[in-house]
């Protein structure tokens, strides 16, 4: 009888190198969940029923929780790290105009566009005639024809004078609200306006298509020591570094606006917005084609964000007295008077031509600009570098490990609770401003937004912006080119995975009580089922490269163990294992 290794008794040790008792080591979910880790499986899936239309039979299937934090879902975030990295490779050194898809309208639209002008024509008609009936009918026929074109996928929403509450009644005219134009004497910089071409790829310059790598800092807000907080907190104007961290993207949006004025082209972009230690967003941005960086200097020196809403100075009401909702007036109210507040649309039209916004916002003079050639390693090493980060929080960016770390960016949270981040804030209140779209259900004070949240420091939830045109693709677009990257790998060798219609199946959430499997099961069926698809993956490229080789058994033993024997980073972000998508 041949001995076994399980024969005898084997000691167990953790990280800190001690043995673990038996019976006192790690769950089989806490194995299965470091395993799916290991191989690429969502931790946390979603489990969704899904039936087969033409069979009728039902399963649970698990699906991606599509977490973008490595906190939450490792697997899940390395894959859409993955995503963005090749959309960025792949629009950055782009030699061609990417491809503008446009749908063409389906006959269902074009028919409820011809039903809604007959209605238009019969509305003409009631109201002549003053038939009152008429036109409520044709009013709900309205909102009923707006609402079918919204589910058959027409973008956007009807123009104003066709929108059914003003044909029905008639737009209210208003005199629009002038601003000044004039450039602010404080920045000088005159930039150049030209017309702006419809091209986005750069020109060739030495043989090889060369684009920029450009990285846009905040200005200084007080002298900070080298762990990003403040030397004097009382003299660091947190309450300017508030205001800048929330009108940071409309600030770039001008910079972009800017630049493809001065420089005559539409240039395209990939920008990430990330935190300094200090807590201020910069952005690193790379930008398709060679532009001069002269121009790209004098671009941020010239370019500023003006913020046209009332002016915020001393709160009227800081304290546990604050405004109150007033049912018979439908606005909110003094709570000592009793006198409604200002709305918001009055308290735009009170500021005047000569009025001060309130706030601009700029860009730092420090600014680092580099070229970058297609093809190159510095090209591969700038990819990494800007979705480096794309898989923490800004808590774990920001770890406070000191108490005046912890104290900067608590008094950076406190100016980001009294900044309003926008018409609709509840933040408006405390300053005697009742925000659009109030109502009985508002709090005073309380804003739900991402930018007075103490884990986002005001950064946005979209960390990555990116042009329309930079590939012409969504990011579902590019983690198909990947899924059918690894089916023509597969085909080359005899492995025919075709796609399955999407239209077979119908998805609907589990109801609750309903018995399903329990997690540990799902991950080790995953798991399983990934390790399978690895083990095809790896026999296909060994196959591909070796032609005259043996059979596979080199990459049949990596798969099993996790690893690959060929490069298969095309499999990992495919969405394999636990995500509900498949290869075959």
Same mark, same amino acid.
């Given at each position: 009888?041949?001995?076994?290794?399980?024969?005898?008794?084997?000691?167990?040790?953790?990280?800190?190198?001690?043995?673990?008792?038996?019976?006192?080591?790690?769950?089989?979910?806490?194995?299965?969940?470091?395993?799916?880790?290991?191989?690429?499986?969502?931790?946390?899936?979603?489990?969704?029923?899904?039936?087969?239309?033409?069979?009728?039979?039902?399963?649970?299937?698990?699906?991606?929780?599509?977490?973008?934090?490595?906190?939450?879902?490792?697997?899940?975030?390395?894959?859409?790290?993955?995503?963005?990295?090749?959309?960025?490779?792949?629009?950055?050194?782009?030699?061609?105009?990417?491809?503008?898809?446009?749908?063409?309208?389906?006959?269902?639209?074009?028919?409820?566009?011809?039903?809604?002008?007959?209605?238009?024509?019969?509305?003409?008609?009631?109201?002549?005639?003053?038939?009152?009936?008429?036109?409520?009918?044709?009013?709900?026929?309205?909102?009923?024809?707006?609402?079918?074109?919204?589910?058959?996928?027409?973008?956007?929403?009807?123009?104003?004078?066709?929108?059914?509450?003003?044909?029905?009644?008639?737009?209210?005219?208003?005199?629009?609200?002038?601003?000044?134009?004039?450039?602010?004497?404080?920045?000088?910089?005159?930039?150049?306006?030209?017309?702006?071409?419809?091209?986005?790829?750069?020109?060739?310059?030495?043989?090889?298509?060369?684009?920029?790598?450009?990285?846009?800092?905040?200005?200084?807000?007080?002298?900070?020591?080298?762990?990003?907080?403040?030397?004097?907190?009382?003299?660091?104007?947190?309450?300017?570094?508030?205001?800048?961290?929330?009108?940071?993207?409309?600030?770039?949006?001008?910079?972009?606006?800017?630049?493809?004025?001065?420089?005559?082209?539409?240039?395209?972009?990939? $920008?990430?917005?990330?935190? !300094?230690?200090?807590?201020?967003? +910069? %952005? /690193?941005? #790379? @930008?398709?084609?060679?532009?001069?960086?002269?121009?790209?200097?004098?671009?941020?020196?010239?370019?500023?964000?003006?913020?046209?809403?009332?002016?915020?100075?001393?709160?009227?009401?800081?304290?546990?007295?604050?405004?109150?909702?007033?049912?018979?007036?439908?606005?909110?109210?003094?709570?000592?008077?009793?006198?409604?507040?200002?709305?918001?649309?009055?308290?735009?039209?009170?500021?005047?031509?000569?009025?001060?916004?309130?706030?601009?916002?700029?860009?730092?003079?420090?600014?680092?600009?580099?070229?970058?050639?297609?093809?190159?390693?510095?090209?591969?090493?700038?990819?990494?570098?800007?979705?480096?980060?794309?898989?923490?929080?800004?808590?774990?960016?920001?770890? $406070?490990?000191?108490?005046? !770390?912890?104290?900067?960016?608590? +008094? %950076? /949270?406190? #100016? @980001?609770?009294?900044?309003?981040?926008?018409?609709?804030?509840?933040?408006?209140?405390?300053?005697?401003?009742?925000?659009?779209?109030?109502?009985?259900?508002?709090?005073?004070?309380?804003?739900?937004?991402?930018?007075?949240?103490?884990?986002?420091?005001?950064?946005?939830?979209?960390?990555?912006?990116?042009?329309?045109?930079?590939?012409?693709?969504?990011?579902?677009?590019?983690?198909?080119?990947?899924?059918?990257?690894?089916?023509?790998?597969?085909?080359?060798?005899?492995?025919?995975?075709?796609?399955?219609?999407?239209?077979?199946?119908?998805?609907?959430?589990?109801?609750?009580?309903?018995?399903?499997?329990?997690?540990?099961?799902?991950?080790?069926?995953?798991?399983?089922?990934?390790?399978?698809?690895?083990?095809?993956?790896?026999?296909? %490229?060994?196959? #591909?490269?070796?032609?005259?080789?043996?059979?596979?058994?080199?990459?049949?033993?990596?798969?099993?163990?996790?690893?690959?024997?060929?490069?298969?980073?095309?499999?990992?972000?495919?969405?394999?294992?636990?995500?509900?998508?498949?290869?075959?």
């Amino acid at each position: 009888m041949q001995a076994s290794l399980l024969d005898d008794p084997v000691d167990v040790t953790g990280e800190d190198g001690q043995i673990i008792n038996p019976g006192h080591g790690p769950s089989m979910l806490d194995v299965a969940i470091a395993a799916a880790d290991r191989h690429g499986v969502c931790v946390r899936p979603v489990v969704l029923e899904q039936t087969d239309t033409a069979t009728g039979r039902t399963a649970f299937v698990p699906v991606p929780c599509g977490a973008t934090l490595e906190s939450k879902c490792g697997p899940c975030a390395r894959k859409a790290r993955a995503l963005r990295k090749a959309q960025c490779r792949e629009g950055w050194h782009a030699t061609t105009e990417p491809v503008k898809a446009r749908a063409r309208p389906t006959y269902d639209q074009e028919g409820l566009i011809g039903y809604r002008a007959d209605l238009a024509v019969l509305l003409d008609e009631c109201r002549e005639t003053g038939d009152a009936a008429g036109i409520a009918e044709i009013e709900a026929e309205f909102v009923w024809i707006d609402s079918e074109l919204a589910a058959l996928g027409m973008r956007g929403k009807a123009p104003k004078d066709c929108a059914a509450e003003e044909i029905t009644q008639g737009p209210t005219p208003k005199a629009p609200r002038k601003r000044s134009t004039r450039r602010r004497q404080d920045v000088p910089k005159t930039l150049p306006r030209l017309a702006i071409a419809d091209r986005t790829v750069g020109s060739e310059l030495g043989g090889h298509y060369s684009s920029m790598f450009v990285t846009l800092t905040m200005p200084s807000y007080g002298k900070v020591y080298g762990d990003g907080s403040a030397r004097n907190p009382g003299a660091y104007d947190y309450q300017r570094a508030a205001w800048d961290a929330i009108t940071c993207s409309r600030l770039f949006s001008r910079w972009i606006q800017n630049l493809r004025r001065a420089i005559g082209w539409n240039v395209q972009y990939f $920008a990430v917005v990330e935190p !300094q230690k200090r807590g201020a967003p +910069h %952005l /690193h941005i #790379a @930008l398709r084609g060679a532009i001069p960086r002269a121009l790209l200097i004098a671009v941020n020196e010239a370019t500023y964000h003006q913020v046209w809403w009332p002016q915020v100075g001393e709160m009227v009401y800081p304290g546990a007295a604050v405004p109150v909702w007033d049912e018979h007036t439908a606005t909110f109210t003094d709570p000592r008077t009793h006198r409604p507040l200002t709305e918001w649309e009055d308290a735009l039209d009170a500021i005047g031509p000569t009025d001060q916004p309130a706030h601009k916002a700029a860009f730092g003079p420090r600014i680092d600009v580099q070229g970058i050639a297609a093809g190159t390693k510095a090209a591969g090493e700038a990819i990494g570098y800007l979705c480096k980060y794309l898989t923490k929080s800004v808590t774990e960016v920001l770890e $406070a490990r000191t108490s005046r !770390q912890l104290d900067h960016y608590d +008094h %950076l /949270h406190a #100016a @980001l609770c009294r900044t309003p981040c926008g018409p609709r804030c509840a933040i408006w209140l405390l300053y005697g401003i009742v925000p659009k779209g109030a109502n009985a259900k508002t709090v005073p004070g309380i804003c739900k937004g991402r930018a007075h949240r103490r884990e986002t420091l005001a950064l946005p939830g979209n960390r990555v912006l990116t042009s329309e045109e930079w590939t012409g693709k969504t990011l579902g677009d590019h983690k198909a080119d990947r899924l059918e990257f690894v089916r023509r790998t597969l085909a080359a060798v005899g492995l025919e995975k075709p796609a399955r219609d999407p239209r077979q199946y119908t998805w609907a959430t589990v109801a609750p009580g309903t018995k399903m499997p329990s997690r540990t099961k799902l991950l080790l069926s995953a798991i399983g089922q990934r390790v399978a698809w690895r083990a095809e993956y790896d026999r296909a %490229l060994y196959a #591909a490269q070796h032609p005259d080789g043996d059979d596979g058994s080199i990459a049949d033993a990596c798969s099993a163990t996790g690893g690959s024997a060929t490069d298969g980073s095309a499999l990992d972000g495919d969405g394999g294992g636990s995500d509900g998508t498949t290869a075959s």
